[in-house]
Every structure is written in C-alpha cells, then in structure tokens.
C-alpha cells in the first residue's frame, strides 16, 4: 500500500530558529500533497496545498512567509517553520496524493511531527 | 455553520458494546466519504471509504452514506480497548481536492 514518511517525529527548537519537516512518498509518486496542524484535541486544520512543481495554496489564515512549502520532486514536499516561535508548537501532519486514486482514494497520511518551541 | 459537524465526545462504551459515530455535512456536493482512526501523537489511518450514498462493510466496520439526508456513519461491532482512539470523518468533492475533517470524536472502550 501507498506509504508516506515523515520526519522527524519530534523536534524541539529554541524560539527564532527554523525548522524544516519533510514528508516522502516512499512507493508512489505524489502530485498534490497536504499539510495539516493538529492542536491537542482538535481536529487537523489544513494549512496549505502543495503541487509539485508550483507554488503552494495556503488555506486562509496561515502566513505564506512564516509556512514555507516546498514540493521540488513527486516524492518529496518539505515544510519549514521560519522563526519559529513557542505559538509554532503543534503537530503537523502532511499527506500525500497519488495520481491514480488508490482504494483509499490516495490519501494517505505520514506519521506526523511534533514540534516544540522553547 | 461548519461544513462537517461531529460530536467531539468523549464517548465511554464497554467493551463488546456497539459503537455509533456520526457526522453531518453541508455541501451537497462532497462525493467521497472517510473514516480516520487516529491515536494519540499519531497520523490518521484511514479505515473506511465510501463514493456517494450506500453502505460498506468491512469486518467489525459498517460506514454509510445517506447523501439525501447529508449524514454519515460509522458502526464498530464487538467494540475492543484497542479501538480506543479519535474517529475523524472526513469528505471531498473528488478529484484532488481537500478533504474537509470533521473536529473527531474520542472514544474510550474499557474493559
């Protein structure tokens, strides 16, 4: 089945740093992929969309400059928290799309990221 | 109004008891309907999916669809400790569009 990794699993960073997450889809190749923030108990909010080769679409809210998307390859979709701050601390989740929907229509989800902000 | 509405719980069931989970939607034109089972400080997993209105089963997992009335479900049979989890139901209109979660719903099964 279609797998999607993502590291790392948890990163702690001291306030003003950047942080760089990446998800990989390990056997397929992936033209769209998701990137979510998970506040404790909350559900996932997306935050934007990543095509490969294009410029990311941010969902509303999120600030483009501070979120920076990169999806240079079919397998490849890095997320990097710029400047982070102790606000920035969540869990992030990506997903990744296949081009042929697969059984579970192609989406598929990476383990996710803590991040801690201190 | 949101456009996926789900009781977030949480919802205590003994074990072997038959779990009800349900979501409500909005937009008429969402095609695609899942189910994620999340655990703590883990990615969703998917576990059922349905394309427009119907029922489809899978082990101790019935989803269904009701596209007329814009309501969703999903029953566990034979509930286990280990199903303790969030269930997110989440829905597309198709293609490579988003899905849209709902905010999920903590079950706890105890023994």
């Known amino acids: 089945g279609a797998v999607v990794s993502q590291h790392p699993s948890w990163v702690i960073c001291k306030s003003g740093t950047s942080v760089k997450i990446e998800c990989r889809s390990l056997?397929?190749?992936?033209?769209?992929m998701f990137w979510y923030r998970q506040f404790p108990k909350q559900s996932l909010m997306l935050m934007a969309t990543?095509?490969?080769?294009?410029?990311?679409?941010?969902e509303q809210g999120v600030e483009k400059d501070k979120f920076l998307i990169n999806h240079a390859s079919l397998t490849l979709s890095t997320l990097t928290v710029t400047s982070a701050h102790p606000e920035d601390s969540s869990f992030y989740i990506c997903?990744?799309?296949?081009?042929?929907?697969?059984?579970?229509?192609?989406?598929?989800f990476g383990s996710g990221t803590r991040l801690t902000v201190v | 109004q949101k456009e996926v509405e789900q009781d977030p719980g949480p919802l205590s069931v003994p074990e072997g008891a038959i779990v009800s989970l349900n979501c409500t939607y909005s937009?008429?034109?969402?095609?695609?309907f899942m189910w994620y089972r999340q655990y703590s400080r883990k990615g969703p997993e998917l576990l059922m999916y349905?394309?427009?209105?119907g029922n489809k089963e899978d082990g101790r997992f019935t989803a269904q669809v009701d596209k007329s009335s814009k309501y969703i479900s999903l029953f566990i049979r034979d509930s286990q400790p280990s199903d303790s989890a969030t269930y997110l139901c989440?829905?597309?209109?198709?293609?490579?569009?988003?899905?849209?979660f709902g905010a999920g719903t903590r079950l706890a099964v105890h023994p």
């Open positions: 997903s990744a799309h296949d081009r042929v929907p697969l059984g579970n229509y192609g989406y598929t």
């Open positions: 990543s095509n490969e080769g294009s410029k990311a679409t941010y």
């Open positions: 937009n008429s034109a969402f095609q695609y």
């Open positions: 349905t394309y427009s209105s």
């Open positions: 989440a829905m597309t209109l198709g293609g490579y569009n988003k899905l849209i």
């Open positions: 056997d397929f190749q992936a033209t769209t």
